[in-house]
């Protein structure tokens, strides 16, 4: 199967797909030109909102608001207004910044740091719940990167994208808290390293492999490889399900060096497959009264 071009505008760091299937919106960002786009599936209308700094990933609020994570703060986006809901998040390490990130049952958002020039263990794993202190999940991150949970949320998946390997902890869903780490799938012997993911109503992984032009389907419970999506760009970021019928495989990618996007000239644009299975709805950010700033 091959991904189709989806929209044509390019991002210089395309990432973190989320579908908001009460206003049929797909959003996405650009990390490092700092931008968060939208689009419109009823209107055709394609957005864009520049954060003035990176942006790692976004997430819906049960009022279709937006909480996004810029370099260092988490913050909740209204409207024009913006609100720091966790702030100077690793502020004392200038050259890490906010990656991936994906929001439980439960309305915890879990979002992950790295180092931006390459160094190893730098970053971490971290929870938010809304009126308390961030919890640390996992620390020594290199590349905080893909995101998803069992269909009992029994299970937290989880990249780092260097080691090599997609991990697994046992998750309380209750508290948020993690054990057990393991390793789920060996992704050494692929075609370019794991990055983001999403998971299916079948319980299987979509994942993004960053270098290997494709996003792949896996069983986490025997870690082999059971399918893959061929995309027209070499650096593939992330991906999620959307549309009418949740059926629609949104993948986003990075444009790449002046090399790369000379031979692939929709790298960097946003494309979309149909898999023929379907996902569920994105958790939403539970907003409290009490931001911890």
């Given amino acids: 199967m091959k991904a189709e071009l989806f929209s044509h505008h390019i991002m210089s760091l395309g990432e973190g797909p989320v579908w908001d299937e009460r206003t049929q919106t797909l959003y996405w960002v650009d990390i490092s030109a700092g931008d968060i786009w939208s689009y419109d599936m009823n209107s055709g209308i394609t957005r864009t909102h520049s954060m003035g700094e990176t942006v790692g990933m976004c997430c819906l609020t049960e009022d279709s608001a937006l909480v996004a994570a810029l370099?260092?703060?988490?913050?909740?986006?209204?409207?024009?207004t913006r609100t720091v809901l966790f702030g100077g998040i690793e502020a004392g390490l200038p050259?890490?910044?906010?990656?991936?990130?994906?929001?439980?049952?439960?309305?915890?958002?879990?979002a992950g740091t790295m180092d931006t020039t390459g160094r190893k263990g730098q970053g971490a794993l971290y929870s938010f719940t809304?009126?308390?202190r961030p919890a640390t999940l996992a620390g020594d991150i290199s590349c905080?990167?893909?995101l998803g949970w069992s269909a009992d949320n029994r299970t937290l998946y989880y990249v780092d994208t260097p080691t090599g390997y997609l991990w697994g902890f046992d998750y309380d869903i209750e508290t948020g808290a993690v054990a057990n780490r393991r390793s789920l799938i060996d992704y050494t012997a692929e075609q370019?390293?794991?990055?983001?993911?999403c998971v299916d109503d079948e319980g299987m992984l979509w994942v993004a492999h960053w270098g290997g032009h494709r996003v792949s389907r896996w069983n986490p419970q025997t870690g082999r490889k059971i399918g893959e999506i061929m995309v027209p760009a070499p650096y593939v970021t992330s991906c999620c399900f959307g549309g009418d019928n949740m059926d629609m495989l949104f993948i986003t990618t990075t444009r790449g060096s002046e090399d790369t996007a000379a031979?692939?000239?929709?790298?960097?644009?946003?494309?979309?497959?149909?898999?023929?299975?379907?996902?569920?709805?994105a958790h939403r950010y539970a907003l409290g009264e009490c931001p911890y700033v």
């Fill in 71 to 80: 370099k260092h703060d988490i913050v909740l986006l209204q409207e024009d």
């Fill in 95 to 110: 050259h890490n910044r906010f990656n991936d990130g994906k929001v439980d049952a439960r309305g915890r958002l879990l």
């Fill in 130 to 132: 809304q009126g308390k």
């Fill in 144 to 146: 905080s990167n893909g």
């Fill in 192 to 197: 370019g390293s794991f990055d983001g993911l």
């Fill in 263 to 281: 031979q692939y000239p929709h790298a960097g644009a946003l494309f979309v497959a149909q898999p023929g299975v379907t996902g569920p709805v």
